[in-house]
């Protein structure tokens, strides 16, 4: 502020932030702040969000689909390299067996680098919720979190029993032992420059495939 000293700007702060009027109380029920009920079509909010978000959909009848889903994604964009997390995935043994198969190369979870090195990351989410249409990644041992954030491909499978409805009951999840790292994805990395060129997967995978389970 031209012609004010630092002494004067610093207490027409303190004079402005002394003076806030009442709190405001937060209402008895936080029902009144939900957009997604319970008894809506969660299945079907979460996929019109997700793929408004421009994240790609398919889905898989039960646990046997999930391999051959994630088989067709692979060859879809010519996946080479993958890397997969150590974490309980839907028929897990059948789906690294059809990876492998299908001349898809697992890298080492250890390996600091493989997650720059893999075409494609393979995980589980946490949740996923259907009013922003986002699925939550988290990690912890052998759940890296660079599987979905560095790959330039990220496979998520998610149960539909994983949805629900929306931020308030993801929020009401978390409780007060929180992991390392809570991601909420809602689509592919992207950016825009100073005149709107939006360009995809600058500073993360530049597609999302979401399997749908159920």
Known sequence: MLGVSQDEFIKAVRDALADRGRPVEPP??????????????????????AADAKMKLYRAADDSAVPGTVVNILKSIDARTAIINDEPLPNREALLAAVRAAGCTLLDLREKDSPFEADVG???????????????????????????????????????????????????????SLPANEVLITGPSKTADIEMNLVMGVHGPRNVHIVLVG
């Not at 008895?28 to 969000?49: I, Q, T, Y």
């Not at 990644?137 to 979190?145: C, E, K, L």
């Open 28 to 49: 008895a029920s936080r029902e009144v702040a939900r957009v997604v009920g319970r008894s809506d079509d969660l299945v079907g909010r979460f996929c019109a969000m």
């Open 122 to 176: 393979i995980t589980g989410v946490r949740l996923a919720i259907a009013e922003t249409g986002s699925i939550v990644v988290t990690s912890g041992p052998q759940m890296r979190r660079l599987a979905s954030l560095a790959v330039p491909e990220h496979i998520a499978i998610v149960r539909t029993g994983q949805i629900v409805p929306d931020l308030l009951d993801w929020a009401a999840t978390l409780g007060t």
